[in-house]
């Protein structure tokens, strides 16, 4: 599933933004590429020496236990690596609260909304913790001319179809 596997890619970035820790290189265990083998030998050829290995499930199984084994496999091959094979995720309170939150907006309508819940403007990341409660603004660009005005006027800038940036002011 594209759509599947592209979470898990956005997935991976918020942990590397996020966390300070270092790149992230997410790899699966079937039906896509790279496969838990290939992830680990990009790593190391990009010169990793420590590597841990996370599956990204709620609950353990037989895929967990896939990753762990081809995970000690290449590890086999490639002693001059220190390869460390994590537990999987397991279960979090605040992820059930998050899962009943959702619900909620679901059943209120509001959850037709942005996900904001790794935002800089809303969550300290590290690099970032300095724009945690700005403002959000939808464009920061040159005109070639101060504004004084809403951008809800009814005006139109050079080259442009239509005046639609979003509420903002200019200055």
């Given at each position: 599933d594209p759509d599947a596997n592209a979470d898990l890619a956005k997935v991976a970035r918020l942990v590397w933004d996020g966390?300070?820790?270092?790149?992230?290189?997410?790899?699966?265990?079937?039906?896509?590429?790279?496969?838990?083998?290939?992830?680990?030998?990009?790593?190391?050829?990009?010169?990793?020496?420590?590597?841990?290995?996370?599956?990204?499930?709620?609950?353990?199984?037989?895929?967990?236990?896939?990753?762990?084994?081809?995970a000690g496999e290449w590890a086999k091959d490639h002693p001059e690596v220190n390869l460390i094979a994590g537990p999987h995720l397991g279960c979090d309170p605040r992820l059930a609260r998050l899962v009943i939150e959702r619900f909620h907006q679901a059943g209120e309508g509001t959850g037709a909304r942005p996900n904001c819940d790794c935002c800089v403007y809303r969550v300290a990341l590290p690099g970032h913790e300095a724009k945690v409660g700005l403002p959000l603004r939808a464009a920061?660009?040159?005109?070639?001319?101060?504004?004084?005005?809403?951008?809800?006027?009814?005006?139109?800038?050079?080259?442009?179809?239509?005046?639609?940036h979003g509420t903002h002011r200019a200055t």
């Open positions: 966390r300070g820790i270092g790149w992230v290189e997410p790899a699966f265990i079937s039906l896509a590429s790279p496969s838990v083998p290939e992830g680990l030998e990009r790593c190391r050829r990009l010169g990793a020496r420590h590597i841990v290995v996370i599956p990204y499930f709620l609950f353990t199984g037989v895929l967990v236990d896939r990753i762990r084994d081809q920061q660009h040159d005109h070639g001319h101060r504004h004084e005005h809403d951008q809800s006027n009814d005006h139109q800038h050079r080259g442009e179809v239509n005046n639609n």
